[in-house]
């Protein structure tokens, strides 16, 4: 299944401003609070689409961004019916 949206959550608020300008001229990304689904966060996450996910993971991977510092999830459903599921 297409997710609607891919989320970006990240184990501190530096390493979610770190990513933010990563992502800067590479992709769109909207900054979010971390939904309640999942757990691994500061509070802070990157919402993209997923056509730009693959732009986004080398970003991310050339910044210099520890990996274990942010983890990526796909984002279906809304409401009660909302799920997010990691990506590896």
Known sequence: MEPDYCLISF???HAALR???ALTGVCPAVVMPVLREISLGCGMALRLHPAHLSAARTALAE???PR???AFYRVTGSGSALRAEPLE
């Open 68 to 70: 274990e510092t942010y």
């Open 19 to 21: 990513a933010r300008q």
């Open 63 to 65: 910044s210099g961004l």
């Open 11 to 13: 184990a501190s608020t």
